[in-house]
């Protein structure tokens, strides 16, 4: 299957890098991506002299982007494991598309747990928005902490997922 082939197939179904689930914000490149980012209509933040826009995406519609030929070179790079597997055959591309709908029916189960817990905004990266419950405790009724406590553990279950299937696996040295 050719490569471009395989972003139709698993990419456009999945949506994960760019809806907030995997990364908080992208870094533009140069400060001419930045100001052509702007022009798109994302918001563009400065923080330690890199301009980037947060995510989700603001031109993600459903699981594809609306600006696709204009996207920043981060997003025209960036390639999770998951792909790099389907691509190299380790993977089928019939076995990732059921990790994809595992993953985003995990993210969608953790979302839905977090309007349960008061936590409704949906422009706000996924993580951040899980650390917002877990430093914030509001409502401090039985059901709130039976909920908080189901919560912990759907944040396990979608953590162990990203790092399994889709975050650069980190291979520490060795001492020596």
């Not at 996207?71 to 059921?98: F, I, M, N, W």
Request: hydrophobic share 30%.
């Amino acid at each position: 299957m050719s490569s471009e082939s395989l972003t139709d197939t698993l990419c456009t179904k999945c949506g994960l890098c760019c809806n907030g689930v995997l990364f908080t914000s992208v870094i533009c490149s140069t400060a001419t991506e930045a100001r052509h980012m702007e022009a798109l209509g994302s918001p563009i933040e400065m923080k330690e002299g890199l301009a980037s826009f947060r995510q989700p995406c603001n031109h993600l519609n459903g699981t594809c982007c609306s600006v696709y030929a204009d996207r920043p070179s981060r997003c025209r790079q960036y390639e999770c494991e998951l792909l790099k597997h389907v691509r190299s055959g380790d993977q089928s591309s019939t076995a990732a598309l059921k990790i994809i709908a595992d993953t985003r029916a995990a993210a969608d189960t953790l979302k839905g747990m977090l309007r349960d817990l008061g936590n409704t905004d949906e422009k706000v990266a996924l993580s951040y928005r899980c650390d917002q419950v877990m430093d914030n405790p509001t409502n401090k009724t039985d059901e709130w902490w039976d909920t908080y406590a189901r919560f912990n553990l759907h944040i396990r279950q979608l953590q162990s997922l990203l790092h399994q299937h889709f975050y650069e696996a980190v291979v520490e040295e060795e001492a020596g």
